[in-house]
């Protein structure tokens, strides 16, 4: 998985794009060559981690984090990554603020942001809201910017929202690209993104949206399989058909996990609510109805209940490629017999899998660390080839 | 705004002041030269940040912060500023310690500060415990530091206590400083520092103390107003009288909100509970005695509403200098029919001040960062100085 | 207390212990020499600290701290420790995460790792647990990184387990070391580590098994002194028997404070649960019984109240070694009539003693930074050296 520092640098430098003072919020706003220079500043983080050259680009600066949700994984992302950087990590807890109220956004926004670098939000519960947020949040700090408040643009980083789950899905490709020997590799290959069933109901929609919205660049041939009723928002769909037929891949959408496995290359088993429901689910948490969110759960439940089927075992996967197929997930994973009764996958799967998929996570906190290096510099290529020149020790 | 950095370098210099080893807990204490030090040292630095050059001045240490009430401004100004100075900030949660309990105060200073450079404590809940809580911490840190337990002596900066609000008040004055081009211009300025009504009750009175007490330093003609019976802490006004006479400016108290705007320069229109209500609510809180709470709340709300007149709207600002005063708040203020229904100012005069506002607000980190400067060196000129003609990129 | 460095790290060298990749568990895995190492550390750290000799190692690099229990004092400890390495800390609230449930510890253990140097693990209300969590998190991290998941193998330190405290006895061993002039001078010294009085009930037992197992590595004369029923685990008293054995130094076991008292150098002070209490106590507390709990805790207080007398006050210290035995407690100590109306210590020998606990509790951070150091380098007088060599300031 090593790579040529010296070549990267310059294929970083002759791709040439410019995402200075922007945000990293949908990976279907950045062109192919902002997306492969994303790839290529963390796959050059990665080596010079762990070639133990220090590649702190700043030498003070806040990094704010925003968790409108829990987090473990994406929270110790985050902070690797601005770490990785020299930033520090203060988070924005809203228990202890008024930036959920209306107005205010603009106002806390710039507040947070006097002597900040990047704002990582995680905002995914709320179907059409988490994503309107971030741009809310983007939009103050440009006011914020033009109008003299702030000294530095803050790069608003999307760490999950509604719609897309970008640095989950681009870790994701990081390692399917190395996993394969390179993007030129995945033309053709077949990639299922299938529901699974879980004992919980109303897992984010992110993840497969983002999957379908991504692999579909890359040539890929995606099949996203569902039991019906288990929609995905349409947006999403239609932008994966175009990208598909852009890319000369295919997107197909089926309701059998059996015909997504057949002769797939790589199986992405999930759980998630549907569209549908998380729109009842964001109606509900909106007016605070805790009888009808009850309801609502024991109702989707009993739906989840007769997909029971569709769990990621030896019999599914002797139906992909030479029975071989690559499996993926966003971890944590829900295992049948290990921590659940019945899950989206089996132990015996998992556990052949199970390494794979911490690799796959590892990507993460360097994809992190690439969108923040893209949105805050305005040569990064430069950037990055002075640190690797310099050559300090991370550690002693 | 932006300084000359060598010439403020050398004024700074020729100050000599010796804040070297103390704490920054109210700006009475502080004589006009100390003051002076302080807001140079946030002009250089606010510049210095601005200019793209490090300012780190410690390569490791501690900054402490110590927050018995909620924040989000305060917390990420003195986030903020820790970090612009090379400190990495541990909160002292006292859910989680024991610090509130009598005989442990001195311990707890002691065991939290053996690498620490700062202990920054918000305290402003409790009439006559705020400020006596700081300067027990203060004095601990002495006793621990004169013991030799510590190997430095960590500064206390008073992130606001029941008396003072210095890092907002001193944040505040250099905006008017730099909006009006020098503190000389602001001879003879009139600042309103008014009440204004809030559907809230039982707001802190260390920014109307804080503002009295400091604004009369500059030769300034500070009117303060409020309601029948919203007085401060008598000291304060004490020593606003006092600041009055020694800088040839005026101090005057009214209870008209009319009175206060008539040919204003400045309006600090804020909500605050009267000194008397503040001293019924802490021995209530001191009991834990909820319903007696409430009904303290019903009744200050009873009399709040009875002056919903003290708005900041168009008419009041009519009354000011060429109906163009500057318009001050510490933030959030409470806007009507945005925030609530009837609140502090209209939403229109606000959103014409609104940038102003936050510029206000933007000097809150580089004044805390200074204060920390002027505690923990012997010789910030030379600090400042040597981190100048270094110049070491803050961010690649 | 100062000490000469380039003699240290010279002794250090000749050392040649080798911890790098290891753990810091449990003392009593370690070798005499592995923690001679670790003490040398410790001063060379602390005395380079007074010095503002700057002692960041490491120039990136993340240190998760995972308290399964309150804490103020090891929290401020890690954080310095790590700070003054130039570690990151980032908490791992387990209220947002899912560490805690079987399967997922190995899973979690890796997912926060992939930027990190250090793990710092307190979990000691648990008997039989909280050494077994350390290790398993231990395991895998040594999988992780076999497997080629992590980049760096982070450092497990114990900062309290259900066996021991090693971050809390090193310290005091390093203030004994130092008050009596030398490792040398403890042979033949008496210790009294004895039981006390205090109005609450289980009290960790890693203090008492921690300092019986160490002390008795360095010839010193141990008297364990507890009411009837207050038992240790019996595998901790084993190892300082067999330590005592091979040290000349000894080992009794009274049910007599006097006992203890009589002619010691040291005395210690402490209450704690006994561990068929402490038993008992987990397997409510893993049920969650707490009417269970309530009534266990009625029991233990009223036994307690029966040994009010294990006091540590004049008339107990005038048995000691020339009425002037060296009091020593990890703090906080259950003062009387200060901190509670009856407790382990009087007021007047506390106090005659506090500045000594102080300075006790002072060697923590640094024994924590030392144990990180040496787990992290493959060469520590190299690294601490160059270092010293470099004479960076700490603070400018």
Known sequence: MSIDIEKSLKELAALGVDMYHKDFLLTWEK???????????????KEMHAKNIDTSMFRTGLAVSNFRDNSTRTRFSFASACNLLGLAVQDLDEGKSQIAHGETVRETAN??????????????MFIGKGHTYQKEVADALDDGFKQGVLNQRPAVVN???????????????LFIKNHFGGFENLKGKKIAMTWAYSP??????????????????????VELAYPK??????????????HAKASGGSFKVSNSMESAFKDADIVYPKSWGSFQVMERRTALLEKGDHPGLKELEKECLAENAKHMDWECNDKMMALTKGGEALY????????????CKHGEVSAKVFEKYRIATYKEAGFKPFVIAAMI????????????????????????
Chains 1, 2, 3 share one sequence.
């Open 200 to 221: 919980s109901y109303g897992k984010p929609l992110s993840v497969p949206q983002g999957v379908i919205t991504l692999m579909t660049r890359y040539g890929m041939n």
């Open 159 to 173: 760490l999950q929202c509604d719609l897309d789950h970008p640095t989950q899905t681009m870790a994701d490709m």
């Open 31 to 45: 062109s192919d060559k902002e997306l492969k220079a994303v790839f290529t500043i963390a796959e050059l983080l």
């Open 111 to 124: 507040m947070i942001s006097f002597l900040t670098e990047v704002v990582g939000i995680r905002d995914d």
């Open 328 to 339: 993926q997930h966003c971890l944590p994973a829900d295992i049948t017999d290990v921590s």
């Open 229 to 242: 009723g288990y929609d995905l928002q349409p947006e999403t769909m239609k932008i994966a058909e175009k």
């Open 373 to 396: 290096t893209a949105c805050t510099k305005k040569n990064p290529a430069q950037v990055l080839g002075d640190l690797y020149k310099a050559a300090q020790k991370r550690v002693l």
